[in-house]
T-cell receptor, first 113, second 111 residues
């Protein structure tokens, strides 16, 4: 059974810092990995999708890397801003087919102005 | 997301009553999912569908049923609501090259 762990569970830093959020998964036979953002009381917004053939994806100040062999992904946030405050969730396919995602518990991020 | 809507957004119901949540998509995606999100448990899969009339159980399916009579609609039914089903429910759609897209959620309170 796939399991996803995110470290740290919570993080509070001053504005402007560069951040790294970590995600690990137990079954490396995944075909992609997806990072989401969730604001309080809101739904999930997709940030980045990395296919298994890719090593990383970038979107603006966000960069996500994927190392399947070690079962790890990192989300790098450059020059953090208060608007980046949210919970960040990592998810991988639960199995070989389209039978849903397994999520980590998330990293709750607070950027202090 | 514009391509997926959930209704209602909020609902309060009494223990023992039936409740149906609706998910509607305009993306013509084959795969649709229902998740619940609870503090300490994160997001857990309830049921999913891989086509019209084709559904399967997820991790926490007890007490829930689903139906999909049209590609665009996926219904989640609580046959007899219990307090343990108080949660936030999310619908999602997927397409392999685009990943998963989630709806805005339905906050259900069972009193």
């Amino acid at each position: 059974k796939q399991e996803v762990t995110q470290i740290p569970a919570a993080l509070s830093v001053p504005e402007g810092e560069n951040l790294v959020l970590n995600c690990s998964f137990t079954d490396s036979a995944i075909y992609n990995l997806q990072w989401f953002r969730q604001d309080p009381g809101k739904g999930l917004t997709s940030l980045l999708l990395i296919q298994s053939s890719q090593r990383e994806q970038t979107s603006g100040r966000l960069n996500a890397s994927l190392d399947k062999s070690s079962g790890r992904s990192t989300l790098y946030i450059a020059a953090s801003q208060p608007g980046d405050s949210a919970t960040y969730l990592c998810a991988v396919p639960s199995g070989g087919g389209a039978d849903g995602l397994t999520f980590g518990k998330g990293t709750h991020l607070i950027i202090q102005p | 997301d514009a391509g997926i809507t959930q209704s209602p957004r909020h609902k309060v119901t009494e223990t023992g009553t039936p409740v149906t949540l609706r998910c509607h998509q305009t993306e013509n995606h084959r795969y649709m999912y229902w998740y619940r999100q609870d503090p300490g448990h994160g997001l857990r899969l309830i049921h999913y569908s891989y086509g019209v009339k084709d559904t399967d159980k997820g991790e926490v399916s007890d007490g829930y049923s689903v139906s999909r009579s049209k590609t665009e609609d996926f219904l989640l039914t609580l046959e007899s609501a219990t307090s343990s089903q108080t949660s936030v429910y999310f619908c999602a759609i997927s397409e392999s090259l685009k990943g998963y897209t989630f709806g805005s959620g339905t906050r259900l309170t069972v009193v």
